[in-house]
């Protein structure tokens, strides 16, 4: 699909990134709620918060989302990036959204001069694995979260 385009997110984008932000909370079972949808929408709007996101259209659809945000690095004495989210509609996927969308997110690694752009994923997330295989290493690090 060569006519996917990659923009940033916009107000009048909310009714169907709500959708693809549902299918991205499903697939790692994680229950959303009023507020924090509504957090995460303000975020995305706030063009002085860190958070961005960005959306793939096709056919007047979005088709796919990016929630990307700067984040220090303090070995390297740098700024990089970190991508928090990445969906793609289950219709749509294999049909070039996330190239388009890693495309864009690369142009802004360079237009920010981040070095790297940094995510995670489950394990056992093995379709999305195979795809960011071609786009980036796997580090071996592993992750923790101390709950407070």
Not at 81 to 87: P, V
Not at 106 to 115: I, S, V
């Amino acid at each position: 699909m060569s006519d996917v385009q990659v923009r940033p997110l916009a107000k009048t984008d909310y009714d169907q990134w709500l959708q693809l932000y549902y299918g991205y909370a499903d697939h790692y079972k994680f229950t959303l709620t009023e507020d924090s949808i509504q957090t995460t929408w303000g975020w995305l709007m706030d063009a002085a918060h860190p958070v961005q996101g960005l959306v793939a259209v096709h056919d007047d659809r979005l088709v796919g989302l990016a929630h990307v945000r700067p984040m220090p690095s303090p070995l390297r004495g740098k700024v990089i990036g970190f991508l928090d989210d990445l969906f793609v509609d289950h219709g749509q996927r294999g049909n070039g959204v996330v190239e388009a969308l890693m495309t864009r997110l690369k142009a802004m690694a360079q237009d920010n001069e981040w070095e790297v752009i940094r995510w995670i994923t489950r394990d056992n997330n093995y379709r999305a694995r195979r795809v960011y295989d071609k786009y980036a290493g796997k580090t071996d690090w592993n992750l923790y979260e101390m709950s407070c």
